[in-house]
């Protein structure tokens, strides 16, 4: 869940101090810096969003923090399920 956040300005004199007219989204730096090339704002990752969405660039989803917790506790839900079925006592 580590998203990378470009902000969008309707300049280059607008970056310090102004507030961003749009944001995109990248699931990775190498996807931020390859989108943007010399418009490349440096590292701003590990953001978490509410909802999943896909990355502006290549298109991977990615998980919100609502979704990640719905598919953590499927998982978990899931491995006791498994390991009430399991064992431990056999070799």
């Not at 418009?39 to 290549?58: I, L």
Request: aromatic share 14%; hydrophobic share 20%.
């Amino acid at each position: 869940m580590g998203i990378h956040i470009h902000f969008v300005y309707e300049n280059k004199e607008q970056e310090q101090g102004h507030n961003p007219i749009d944001c995109k989204y990248y699931c990775s730096d190498f996807c931020n810096q390859s989108a943007n090339g010399e418009n490349y704002q440096g590292w701003n990752g590990c953001h978490e969003v509410d909802e999943s969405q896909p990355c502006d660039n290549c298109g991977k989803k990615m998980l919100g923090v609502d979704d990640y917790d719905n598919n953590y506790w499927a998982a978990v839900d899931f491995v006791n399920e498994i390991g009430s079925d399991y064992d431990r006592t056999e070799s």
